[in-house]
């Protein structure tokens, strides 16, 4: 078991050091060697989920010594249970087909040996995230993720945006990170030195984590600063700016890292240490969450750039699930995690795709893809129908969990019904953005022919990761049977273990009951909503959104058009929304992130400054080059004696000699 | 034979080194380079071959040559090691090895500078294997003149003005240890300059006495001994505000003697205050724990953010510099130092003892590093690079790996230490540790803005064709990159070599 | 008259002062180096003096051989760097010979 598990994890690390080191000698740069090493942790991942289907009960842990101080041990230990081996799966089996896919999305580049080390680098610390037992080392693979991050987001560096970018992905997810450290130190304070997540789950159910600090107890400030982690990764607000400009990476890179996996750790982490989150920091956790996906869901109405949009997407994914975790719909929450990663790496590589084709990430230049690019356009329709949560799909499966979790949440506690408002709302707002973001693409007529006549299919490297994705797409594959219980009996083993020491059991089975049915309808009807929203405005009257946010010529011509609902939702709804997006997205830009983000880059380097000036002045300046200055000047004046004739120096000590002699005679 | 006189050999070595380098002729320059790679090699492999016998289950000093030296005064000759200086007596012997190879392209005075370097690094080694307290001062003035020559010789354009503001600074520090020295000697019963006689209980009796109309009490006297001793060290550490020295010395020194100023000389102060204050003054040095820390959480903010205004500030106004950045990131790695010995935790101590050794590794590839790109373009303004990742690739990885390993990366070795530290110190002082978390992200930004002004972006077509890392500053940077790699995955080397005599060390403090 | 212990140290004196006039007044070297020479016998001569009259043993005798001694190689290394200057210079004058002073 242990030698599997090594193979797993360690072929990706590997084929990097071998690309880093041997990559340019190799035939074809070693892209194979990359593809075929994450064939394996693929395979070996695949057979572990095979097992568990079988047993439906999966557990496998083992620790060695890694350091160890008198009276302080820390070990590093792997921990195999039902949630791990769903993310090896979902890391392994995206990281593969990126894998696969970049061969032709990179092919020609000067650094593609590097590229693919850069990628099996990430899939090692990506899975050593999934596979440790121990805080400590969730956090060193949680920071080396970031890394893996920053080089790729910065992998095209001569662009100065790229290196930008990937500067500020990683200090801002750094900020979250210090919280997330914090929280570890505190943790390992108050438990006397435990970091082993059962070690420490076994602590709070005995319930010895007690203690204030200002009112907050421990626990719940623990699990906050974690969760600040978590924000910092999974971009949420107020730390989700770092991810739309992160687009600046290579597509593959951005559906890998972006999308389906490193984002996703944020989310991993929370269902990993649930115990530990007390109600309040759940609270904490659902409307940061519910909020997110809002909030950043508006945003992604607007943008016309494919990628930004997706990101934007991405973004409002993440908060979706972890409002699901803090409204304790953890097993929702997880399954939305899976399944996004399908249906989101599927986008981001159809997004690739065209832009391979076409050249530009404008979605203004695009139209008229769906014959040059059939494959691609239909295994994008079957993942925007999956992230709409169209019945059928995968996304459906997961969403319609999270919505009922989230409704009965709200049904039991209605003063938070703002979070079910938020859910519900970016539900509707999600079908719209995707579904504009097809019609854009490749629906509606080509507005730009010269970027269109050359744009043709892409190479087989490329389609069938998309294939196969758009295939995962469907529900059958998480569900087995329609109604989604196949895969929640695979929850149901690692259920039975959470729930042994689990403070709070989730009301799982009770929102089911009485909110499955509101929820399932009224997310069916947002989400149908946004897509007749996004099918009338982009394919049915093109010309509406421009004019509608241009002019209020705009408004007058759909009134002939005697559209009277359409049109008196356009007014009360969609062009405040509109203009709200507008002023959300503007906001979001030049408040968040050049004021409250940027804005404290003056203050660091006035602060900065200000403390090199006190340095060279006052300190260094005055305080020790004027002790220089005072011994000097005197120096310069005694000097003066010392002419160098020795025999005056010697006439000077018997003078002095007599002068002592006579004072010591008359004294 | 061997065994016996092992850290003698070790020591003596590159003084007998020093002597025939002086007596070769100066025309002879390869011949002065290759006895010098000779006589660094001798002690490295000697060092090489202590660290093989030493055992680590023992507290006490070992390997201990211990002679009569001036008996009137009760003067030994007393050497050894324990776990607080093996790792540096190491490090010592690696850096110095690895900087003759660094310093193979110096042209003028070679005979001078060799012989200065092989004395430079005897004074070293004796500082760290002395437990006698005079012996270790005459070593630790005998380090202070080479120094001052190598800096104020082979400098840069400032150098006479660095060298005596070092040279002074220093002298201003141990002239205060000198008296603690004298002090100490005075009233011990008998009197004795063994550091392992005094740190015992009861030998050390204080009496209230009256200094310049001050009368004071024998705790105030003890209280005042330590901090003359402090400030003694705290010069060498450096913390601020005795940091001054520091950034100019570094920028004005040529590269490998950047390396061994960064690398091993900064660490003295930390060992002397662990090695001297700890043990002989634990009540003092407790009562002063508290001042310690916070001047810790000081250097770890204030150094990073002069580092950052390095970027920031134009070259008139004194920044721009890439070698002063590294310095003041220095101020702030050895922050972790402090705060880790202020708090009397088994993580804390051993953290800082770790940092220490992995400032060393880390800040010794940094100036090496900058001392490539400064042979071929003679310039280390930040601003005046752009884009050169895919000019030097080779160049930007070591120099990627470095920074990424200052500003803590895990599976780098100084993430282990500051961890180590950060979970010590939290024990103790928890906000105080929180804040300084903020070192963290300043570090990260700072290091990470430098990267990309220099390698990222646009490429600079005046840098078009240079070229990249030859392969004796390849064989200079790689020992450093493989410890740093190695021991961030697996630290247990290093530590196991330091954990019994810190465990001895912190029994001294647990009933305070 | 017997010759007592204050004759000695009155010529030991004369010799004291005579050899500090020469010390200081001289601009030769070689002068200078005489009056050196002087000095140290009539510290030699107050040794044997003090051992003879008042410690009367052997250590002011031993003091004084060691004192020529030292005496000697002085004057052969004070004349050897007197030599070379002459050789270099064609002077030997005291004044001559300031590079080195700062």
Same mark, same amino acid.
């Given at each position: ?667 | ?512 | ?13 004369? /010799? &004291?002062? %005579?050899? *500090? ?10 002068? $200078? #180096? ?30 004084? /051989? &060691?004192? %020529?001694? *030292? ?10 760097? $007197? #030599? ?19």
């Amino acid at each position: 078991m242990l030698e599997k598990v090594l193979w797993l994890w360690l072929t990706p690390l590997a084929t990097a050091i071998i690309l880093l080191f041997l990559g340019k000698r190799l035939p074809r740069r070693g892209d194979w060697l990359a593809v075929m090493g994450l064939g394996l942790s693929l395979t070996l991942s695949l057979s572990f989920l095979l097992e568990l289907f079988q047993t439906h009960t999966f557990e496998w842990r083992e620790q060695m010594a890694w350091l160890s101080l008198s009276g302080l041990s820390i070990s590093f230990g792997w921990l195999i249970d039902p949630i791990t081996i769903l993310m090896l799966c979902v890391v392994t089996t995206v990281s593969f087909l990126v894998h696969l896919y970049s061969t032709e999305y990179l092919k020609g580049d000067p650094n593609y040996a590097r590229y693919f080390a850069y990628l099996s680098f990430f899939t090692f610390s990506m899975l050593g995230l999934v596979l440790v037992d121990n805080l400590l080392w969730l956090y060193i693979f949680w920071e080396l993720v970031g890394l893996a991050s920053y080089l790729l987001i910065g992998f095209w560096f001569e662009k100065k945006s790229a290196s930008d970018a990937a500067k500020k992905a990683f200090l801002t997810t750094r900020i979250g990170d210090m919280g997330f450290f914090i929280g570890i130190m505190l943790i390992f304070y108050k438990t006397g030195g435990l970091l082993t997540y059962d070690d420490i789950f076994k602590f709070v159910a005995q319930g010895q984590f007690t203690g204030e600090f200002l009112g907050i107890p421990i626990l719940t400030l623990a699990g906050i600063l974690l969760f600040l982690g978590a924000m910092g990764k999974s971009a949420q607000f107020p730390l989700h700016v770092w991810l739309p400009d992160a687009m600046e990476g290579p597509t593959p890179v951005s559906a890998l890292i972006h999308a389906a996996t490193m984002v996703a750790a944020g989310v991993y982490m929370v269902t990993r240490l649930y115990v530990l989150f007390t109600p309040e920091a759940q609270l904490f956790i659902a409307y940061i969450g519910a909020f997110t996906a809002f909030f950043a869901a508006t945003m992604a109405l607007t943008h016309t750039d494919i990628k930004k949009v997706l990101a934007y997407s991405t973004i409002s994914q993440l908060g979706y699930m972890m409002m699901g975790l803090g409204v304790g719909a953890y097993v929702a929450g997880f399954l939305h995690l899976v399944t996004h990663a399908a249906f989101k790496a599927c986008l981001f590589l159809c997004s690739g795709s065209v832009i391979h084709a076409t050249h530009t990430q404008d979605m203004r230049e695009m139209g008229g893809l769906k014959s040059k690019m059939p494959i691609t356009f239909w295994t994008m329709l079957i993942a925007t129908l999956s992230i709409s949560g169209i019945p059928f799909f995968s996304g459906f499966v997961s969403k319609d969990l999270l919505l009922a979790g989230c409704l009965s949440f709200v049904m039991e506690h209605p003063e938070h019904l703002l979070l079910a408002l938020f859910a519900f709302i970016t539900a509707g707002m999600t079908a719209f953005y995707m579904f504009r973001l097809l019609c854009m693409t490749f629906l509606m007529p080509a507005k730009n022919l010269k970027v269109i006549d050359h744009a043709h299919e892409s190479p087989w490297a490329m389609t069938l990761p998309l294939c196969l994705l758009s295939g995962l797409s469907f529900a059958i594959f998480f569900t087995g049977s329609l109604d989604g219980a196949g895969l929640l009996q695979v929850f149901g083993s690692w259920h039975d273990w959470f729930n042994e020491v689990i403070l709070n059991p989730a009301p799982l089975d009770e929102a089911h009951g009485n909110a499955h049915g509101p929820a399932m309808a009224l997310s069916l009807i947002l989400a149908t909503g946004g897509i007749l929203l996004s099918y009338l405005f982009y394919l049915k009257k093109p010309e509406l959104p421009q004019r509608l946010a241009q002019n209020t010529q705009a408004i007058y011509q759909t009134l002939i058009h005697l559209y009277w609902i359409d049109e008196l939702y356009q007014k009360i709804i969609i062009q405040p929304l509109l203009k709200l997006n507008t002023f959300l997205a503007d906001r979001d830009n030049r408040w968040i992130d050049q004021k409250l983000v940027d804005g404290w880059k003056p203050l660091t380097t006035q602060t900065s400054k200000g403390s090199g000036h006190f340095d060279n002045i006052v300190i260094d300046e005055t305080l020790v080059d004027g002790s220089a200055v005072v011994v000097s000047t005197s120096a310069i004046q005694l000097r003066k004696i010392q002419t160098g004739k020795v025999q005056q120096y010697v006439l000077m000590a018997i003078g002095a000699f007599c002068i002592l002699l006579i004072a010591v005679y008359f004294l | 034979m061997l065994y016996e006189h092992l850290l003698s050999f070790m020591i003596f070595t590159p003084v007998v080194g020093m002597l025939i380098v002086a007596l070769l002729p100066s025309s002879q320059k390869n011949w002065v380079r290759w006895s010098s790679l000779l006589f660094t090699f001798l002690p490295l492999c000697l060092s090489g071959i202590l660290f093989l016998n030493f055992d680590q289950a023992l507290a006490d000093m070992q390997f201990v040559e211990k002679t009569s030296w001036i008996p009137t005064f009760n003067i030994h000759y007393a050497v050894g090691v324990d776990g607080l200086s093996i790792t540096l007596i190491l490090l010592t012997t690696l850096l110095s090895f690895l900087c003759v190879i660094a310093s193979w392209g110096i042209e003028a005075g070679l005979k001078g500078y060799f012989s200065m370097f092989l004395l430079l690094e005897a004074g070293m080694l004796g500082i760290f294997c002395a437990f006698d307290f005079f012996l270790f001062y005459i070593f630790w003035e005998l380090m202070l003149l080479p120094m001052y020559f190598l800096i104020g010789i082979w400098g840069g354009p400032r150098k006479e003005y660095a060298a005596i503001k070092f040279f002074l600074y220093t002298l201003f520090g141990s002239v205060l240890m000198l008296v603690v020295m004298l002090a100490f000697y005075f009233y011990s019963d008998p009197h004795t300059f063994d550091l392992i006689e005094l740190s015992k209980a009861g030998i050390l009796k204080f009496n209230a006495l009256d200094i310049f109309g001050i009368s004071l009490s024998a705790e105030q006297f003890a209280k005042l001994l330590f901090i003359f001793l402090f400030i003694g060290f705290a010069i060498k550490v450096p913390i601020f505000p005795f940091h001054t020295w520091l950034p100019l010395a570094h920028v004005e020194a040529p590269t490998p003697i950047s390396v061994i100023l960064a690398g091993i000389l900064l660490k003295m102060g930390a060992y002397g205050l662990l090695r001297i204050s700890y043990p002989i003054l634990p009540h003092e040095t407790y009562w002063f724990s508290d001042a310690l820390a916070v001047l810790g959480l000081v250097n770890i903010i204030y150094g990073a953010l002069c580092a950052m205004a390095q970027i920031t500030l134009p070259e008139a106004k004194g920044g721009n510099d890439l070698k002063k950045l590294i310095a003041y990131s220095s101020i702030s790695h050895m922050g972790y130092v402090l705060l880790g010995m202020s708090v009397f935790t088994v993580e804390g101590i051993h953290g800082a003892v770790f940092q220490m050794f992995n400032h060393g590794t880390t800040t010794a590839m940094l100036f090496l590093l900058v001392g490539v790109i400064y042979d071929r373009v003679h310039h280390r303004k930040i601003d005046g690079f752009g884009g050169l990742g895919n000019v030097v690739p080779i160049y930007t990885a070591f120099v990627s790996l470095a920074f990424f390993a200052s500003l803590g990366l895990p599976g780098l070795s100084s993430f282990i230490s500051e961890i180590l530290v950060f979970l010590g110190s939290f024990k103790v002082y928890p906000s105080l540790t929180i804040v300084a978390t903020l070192g963290i992200i300043l570090n990260a930004a700072f290091f990470l803005w430098a990267l990309q002004k220099i390698f990222l972006g646009p490429l600079n077509p005046t840098y078009k064709s240079l070229k990249d890392i030859s392969a004796r500053e390849l064989l200079t940077l790689a020992p450093l990159a493989i410890l740093v790699i190695v021991l961030g995955v697996y630290p247990m080397p290093a530590l196991d070599l330091m954990k019994s005599s810190l465990d001895h060390l912190l029994t001294l403090f647990q009933a305070l | 008259m017997a010759v007592g212990l204050s004759h000695f140290l009155m010529v030991s004196g004369l /010799l &004291f002062v %005579l050899g *500090i006039i020469s010390m200081i007044s001289r601009r030769n070297m070689i002068g $200078v #180096l005489l009056g050196i020479e002087l000095i140290m016998n009539a510290a030699g001569l107050n040794f044997i003096a003090f051992s003879r009259y008042i410690a009367q043993d052997l250590s002011g005798h031993i003091f004084t /051989l &060691f004192i %020529l001694i *030292i005496a000697a190689s002085e004057a052969v290394v004070a004349l050897a760097i $007197v #030599l070379r200057i002459y050789q270099n210079r064609a002077t030997i004058s005291v004044e001559a010979v300031g590079e080195m002073k700062c």
